[in-house]
């Protein structure tokens, strides 16, 4: 049969609407951010990652932003990431108290503040903790557990499949998300997608394939080069929420300028719904470029941004941009 990633699927006893999927985004994958994603079609939103040991310890910051759910998002999953099986269990339980739907949990994070804790991508060179948090996520919360992870620490092994392969046998995590590099290259390098293709063979849960796709046509091709259930969009969707639509087919033209104004403008109101309108202000220089970059017309709206000073000087620039770029 013809696959299609228009197909509704099941994770973990969830149906899902189709085979495309939001990255959890380290410091941007917030609700708004996972809302934008999936009012242009993705199936599945992914929170960025967040200390099962903040959410043990009652840090405030964690319990009123980081899992904050908005009533209008559809199915979310908050991603946690930790070495300790007791703060795992603990953190999960509350996670679904808050109402997420899924947890996934990170073990293939390579940024060494993570690994040297003993978590993220550190977990692949100790299997049987990492199996033993998994556990302990599922039981704590009750909900489906998913757990995304690389290929290997290092270029040229594979023990993220032995890993991955003991997760479902003896953790019973519902899906893995596979990242087909070693943790060492980060974003650099070539997928290997043949290796993605033979875990998907293997294993008895669906396998959502994450990494190096690049444009609508090529993130086809690896879902149907993988066999995969679903594919992961990650940063090829910053500041392109259009893309979501693109890959399902829903959309062939680029966004128009207006659309990208009315969208920017949208992630601007959010923001400070959010966070209040200093710290949005702040927080979202990190998104203006992504939409500079969309407009293809940076040094002059760049430069615009960087004067103004709060939030409603940053959307006035934004709002006067078909003037500016008229000019």
Known sequence: MTRSLTDPWTL????????????????????????QAQRHGAGLAVSEMVSSFAIHHGNRKTHEELLRIHPDEAVVAIQLFGQDPDVMRSAAEHVASRGAH?????????????????????????????VAVARAAREGSGLP???????????????????ARRLVDEAGVAGITFHPRSAAVRHKGTPDYELAARLVAELPVPVI???????????RAVFESTGCAAVML???????????????????????????LAEWLWICDRAEEHMGTDRAGRYLRKFHPWYVERLG???????????????DAQRAVIAGLTTLLAA
């Not at 495309?20 to 941007?28: E, F, K, N, R, T």
């Not at 899924?102 to 049987?128: F, Q, R, S, W, Y």
């Not at 557990?145 to 890993?163: C, D, F, I, M, N």
Request: with cysteine; aromatic share 4%.
């Open 234 to 260: 990650a940063r090829g969707a910053l500041g392109n929420p259009w893309l979501f639509e693109e890959v399902l087919g829903a959309r062939a033209e680029d966004p128009t300028r207006e659309e990208i």
């Open 209 to 219: 394939v994450s990494g190096g796709m690049q444009g609508a046509e090529h993130i």
């Open 297 to 311: 017309e940076g040094r002059r709206i760049q430069q615009a941004l960087h004067e103004a000073g709060d939030l």
């Open 12 to 35: 973990g006893g969830i149906t899902l609407p189709n085979r495309v999927v939001l990255a959890p985004l380290a410091g941007i994958g917030n609700w708004f951010v996972r809302l």
């Open 102 to 130: 899924l947890i996934d949990l990170n073990m293939g994070c390579p940024v060494p503040k993570v690994m040297k804790t003993g978590a993220g991508a550190a977990l692949l060179k100790d299997p049987d903790t990492a």
């Open 145 to 163: 557990v998913t757990v995304k992870l690389r290929a290997s620490q290092k270029p040229g092994h594979t023990e993220g499949l032995e890993l």
